[in-house]
């Protein structure tokens, strides 16, 4: 029997997540996943207007906000028959465009990259640069001053941690870059989406904004600021880091998981055609040397609670999907659910995507030794954030070209009203995997709703055959040598950029003491 090590809560990450792993000869030998929290908004919408799930499944999350809305409204289309105009799948494109682009940002800077990096090298910094003396000054006056968030709490330093000043001090200063960039990213969204977070004018049908040419320049020119950002400043690092200071644990793999991937499709490049930026399809048992892309089908979907807090079920399809509770069962651990793919765990997400749509990039660097994982992750999400950008103005100029044309529609208003009954699928790519919403109408209302997010899908805990999700799969193997500083765990885990709900901290009643592990 190993040491046993609870990391709980894990943070950087968004919701309540606990992650327990067993230690043996300094790797992990065993993992369990445990989201802590309820969300229950499927309950909460039971017997509503169906018009409104798309405004209650938004608040699921005020980070991933709008994925839901999105694919909510794709749920009620299917339901109500609507037929989106090509107006309104453009507007829709741009508003979740510029979502992807601060969402994928923020992961790498703000969530991720001071888990790479020995940040009191600073300290040492020689150079001459003023912006990157500033952030030496600014670091080394919080130490003096004792208020050393946000880059502490943190796990020390190890043998991967990435020590010169320099190159420490330039990533800081990326650091601060990419708030502003992440801002105005977020400003981007508001332009179409009316507010942020939560967009407003996404509704079924369409989209309820009359775009302005105004407002179209507005957005390309901010594109234009974002897209100088990714390419010189935001792959650049990820590739930097990834093939330079991180490539040992690029080469070993720390962090792969199961190796089935799936992507459900995202996002028509040149609509009203099908043609998909993020294509759909299933990667079981993955072989690099031959990489075989089977299609999606959601059919093959089910979710079991076998180890969750509710009532015992077989497997099912989400759309016969219950919410039941039981939070006295003996073997349960966790309120996250267990989906599988033809009986099996699987991993959604960037690295789920660029491998199904065989990114040359990506493919590059898996030809010079970069195995899926961690480090992997990082890189896929980049590499799709430049493809986002690289749509957007495509979509930006399609837009105006269809401003112009006579009887320009951005919303199907003859299926506004709901159907007396129905049932309807919605399916997106958000940045973290494949959402899937299901909705059943029985007069006029909401009979059942049921989500399956993308952390859902990463992090599952065991299933009825036993097999380990995705985050718990992904910690095998992975080399702990120092119990009391557990880095590398929590490297795997943030890869993935877990969203479990609006991440907190736990403060212990009587000490106030923010919890970081606990070694037993």
Known sequence: MGKKIKVDPVTSIEGHLKIEVEIESGKVKDAWSSGTMARG???????????DASYVTSR????????HQLCSVYALDDAFGAKVPTGGILLRNLAMGAQYIYD????????????YLDIMAVANYQGKDKGLNDVKDKIVGLVKSNDTYPITPRYNPDEYSVKDPEIVTSA????????TMQA??????????????????IVVGGFTQMPTINQVVKFRSMLDEQAKFVNEVYIPDVL????????????????????????????????????????????????????????????????????????????LHPSEGKTEYDLDKKKAYSFVKAPRYEGKPLEVGPLARQLIAKNPALLDLVGKGVKPGLVARHAARALETKDVVDACYGWCDQLLSEMTKPGFKIHDTAHWDPPENGTGAGFYEPPRGTLGHWIKIKDKKIENYQCVVPSTWNASPRCSKNYRGQYEEALIGALVPDTDNPINVVRIIRSFDPCLACAVHLIDPKTNEIKKFIVE
Not at 275 to 295: H, R, S, W, Y
Request: charge should be neutral; proline fraction near 7%; include cysteine.
């Open 41 to 51: 908004l499927e309950i909460l919408l039971r017997g509503k207007d169906p018009r």
């Open 60 to 67: 699921i999350c005020g980070v991933c906000h709008s994925v």
């Open 104 to 115: 994928h940002m923020i992961h790498f800077y703000h969530l991720t990259a001071l888990d």
């Open 172 to 179: 800081v200063k990326h650091y601060i870059d990419a708030l």
């Open 184 to 201: 105005k990213a977020r400003n981007m969204g508001a332009i179409f989406g009316g507010r942020q977070p939560h967009y407003q004018s």
């Open 240 to 315: 930097f880091f990834g093939t330079g200071p991180l490539f040992p644990l690029a080469t070993m793999g720390m962090g792969g998981g199961h190796y089935n991937y799936a992507s459900c499709g995202a996002l028509k490049k040149n609509p009203p055609k099908n043609d998909l930026l993020f294509p759909a399809g299933v990667i079981m048992d993955m072989d690099l040397t031959n990489i075989q892309v089977k299609p999606f089908d959601a059919g093959k979907i089910t979710e079991e609670a076998t180890y969750g807090w509710y009532k015992d079920e077989e497997p």
